[in-house]
């Protein structure tokens, strides 16, 4: 279909203006509202220098400023970047200037981080808001702390450093709705990614991907005719698969999204209870931190018919378990950054899979093809190699970087650097990454084998396993273990384990126990980042 992103929220408004768009703390507000606010903040930053193709950061977490900001800045004709409010100094460093940012749109509690790298960074204007903002008028006198703490913390750093209110810029009545001057094809989003496994690349995707990936979500739910009525905002906005899958998608059904700023399991579960969803899309270890909650299985799960996981393998044992307690599967699906980012799904409808991320969604052509070679001539069924992908939601390209655009976009098809394998009847199921491969004495391991055998270990919470570089070996195996509360677990026992199920090559040589273990805010575990640390410590 030839819209736009914002279409989304244009038509919602039109046809149902008055349904619940928004539901905050005890602020709500109708798809009427949400658009003219959105409008509202679209002129504030044309009227202040913002142009068709402009990079805006956006970096806010889960708030309604953060839908109204989005599609603000898709109006106004602008591409909008996701920050990751807990991103580090030198992602900051590196990303703002690279996509040549020149406004930011940020919470008020961030904003002392970006004002200490002002000069660095090349932006011109700040847009500041804050917790209250959201609620409109700041009635109780913890809102009036707040706006209070927060004046004070808006302090202009250096000359020529522009900063303005969000607040100010939704006063006013004059809106701007352009919808003439955009191009299907026009850049909606630069969204970073690769930060797990290497330098971040910004992902070109245009409105036309966007849409596409809506439809695509669209068209399975309604063949099983669910009807979304309420959507958790849990996963952040600021990743694609929260962006696609919470808030472009819901919204353009219309039904009521209740964004939570940050990820409190509790709260989580209260909010099912207050809310009762019937779709929630999550990641595993978001999954898994509501099953580790006392409450768990007394919370009201009966509005629930699908969860949703992916961005990460989820491992088979927590699938069966949350089955047992709530009554709804957890759906099994698979997608990337460079894909806006669905592209598989276990048929909600029919014959579903475990362990497999399940059919290529509507439209989307995936094969998998030799891991050296290239194709893009399939193999058989049953071989393992690197999947490609190839459908209206892969993105243009990444920004400024030909050589690696090049690499990963090759005839057509996007290159994943992920091994799948495809079974007889088309499922797909995901092997591995294939920068995650551990070479150990001459053989190929998969990581994701071991943590499958160390989750299914009773006194197991958490378990990833890691290549570390060794001297005559390529790398050895090591295993970083989280206990369940109270439980007590020596490395031998883990070892014993091991060796009863894995081959004897796949066997960890080292084990360590830990308290929690890295994970991007989207609850990928950072191997990389257990890597480094182990090759630090060996100098
Ligand atoms: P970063 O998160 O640091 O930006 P990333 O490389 O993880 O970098 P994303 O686009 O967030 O980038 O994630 C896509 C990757 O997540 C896929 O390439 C795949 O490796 C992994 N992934 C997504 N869904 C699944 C799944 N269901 N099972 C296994 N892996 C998955």
């Known amino acids: 279909e030839n819209i736009s992103a914002f279409a989304f929220l244009d038509r919602t408004a039109e046809e149902k203006p008055d349904n619940i768009a928004l539901i905050f703390k005890n602020v709500r507000l109708n798809y009427a509202e949400l658009r003219r606010r959105a409008e509202v903040l679209a002129h504030s930053l044309r009227a202040r220098g913002v142009r068709r193709g402009d990079r805006v950061a956006i970096m806010l977490p889960n708030l309604p400023q953060t839908i109204v900001a989005y599609f603000a800045v898709l109006k106004a004709g602008a591409v909008a970047m996701m920050v990751n409010p807990l991103s580090m ?104 990614t690769g930060g797990t ?203 400024n970087r030909a050589d690696e655009t090049a690499s990963t976009l090759r005839n057509g098809w996007l290159y994943t650097g992920d091994i799948a394998v495809m079974d007889e009847e088309g499922y797909f199921f995901i092997v591995d990454r294939k920068k995650d491969m551990i070479l150990t004495g001459g053989y190929n391991v998969y990581p994701r084998e071991i943590d499958e055998v160390l989750y299914e270990h009773p006194k197991i919470k958490e378990a990833v396993a890691v290549g570390i570089p060794h001297r005559t070996r390529g790398e050895v195996i090591k295993a970083f273990v989280v206990l369940k509360e109270g439980e007590e677990l020596a490395r031998h026992e883990v070892l014993a384990w091991c060796r009863q199920k894995l081959a004897a090559y796949k066997v960890p040589r080292e084990v360590e126990f830990r308290a929690e273990l890295p994970k991007t805010l989207v609850g990928k575990v950072l191997r990389r980042a257990l890597r480094e640390e182990e090759m630090k410590k060996e100098g």
């Open 197 to 399: 496994t290497g330098v971040s690349k910004g992902c070109m995707i245009s409105h036309a991907n966007l849409v596409a990936n809506v439809t695509q979500i669209r068209a399975i739910l309604h063949a099983v005719g669910v009807k979304p009525e309420v959507f958790l905002g849990i996963l952040p906005y600021f990743h694609v698969y929260g962006l696609t899958v919470c808030l472009n998608f819901p919204i353009s059904v219309g039904a009521t999204l209740a964004p939570l700023a940050r990820f409190d399991p509790k709260e989580v579960l209260g909010e099912v209870n207050r809310l009762k969803p019937t779709i929630f899309p999550g990641a595993p270890s978001l999954y898994l931190a509501l099953m580790q909650q006392k409450d768990f299985a007394r919370t009201d799960w009966s509005s629930l018919r699908y969860c949703v996981s992916g961005s990460a393998p989820m491992p088979v044992e927590l699938l069966r378990r949350f089955k047992e307690i709530t009554g709804a599967e957890i759906v099994e699906g698979y997608g990337l950054t460079e894909a806006s980012p669905v592209t598989h799904l276990n048929p909600l409808g029919g014959r579903r899979k475990e362990g497999s991320i399940g059919l290529p969604f509507p439209d989307t052509e995936a094969r998998v093809v030799d891991m050296v070679g290239g194709g893009p001539e399939p193999l058989l069924p049953g071989k393992e190699g690197e999947l490609i992908l190839r459908g209206p939601q892969v993105m243009k390209g990444y920004w």
């Open 89 to 192: 100094e030198h992602e900051l460093r590196h990303q703002i200037p690279d996509a040549q940012c020149k406004t930011i749109i940020v919470l008020d509690l961030l904003w002392p981080k970006i004002a200490a790298l002002w000069e660095q960074l090349g932006l011109e204007t700040a847009v500041v808001t804050s917790i209250p903002d959201a609620l409109g008028f700041p009635l109780n006198w913890l809102a009036r702390f707040k706006l209070w703490r927060e004046k004070r913390s808006v302090t202009v750093p250096y000359d020529g450093v522009r900063v303005l209110r969000y607040k100010d810029l939704l006063r006013g009545n004059e809106r701007y709705s352009e919808k003439s001057i955009l191009p299907h094809s026009d850049l909606a989003l630069l969204q970073y």
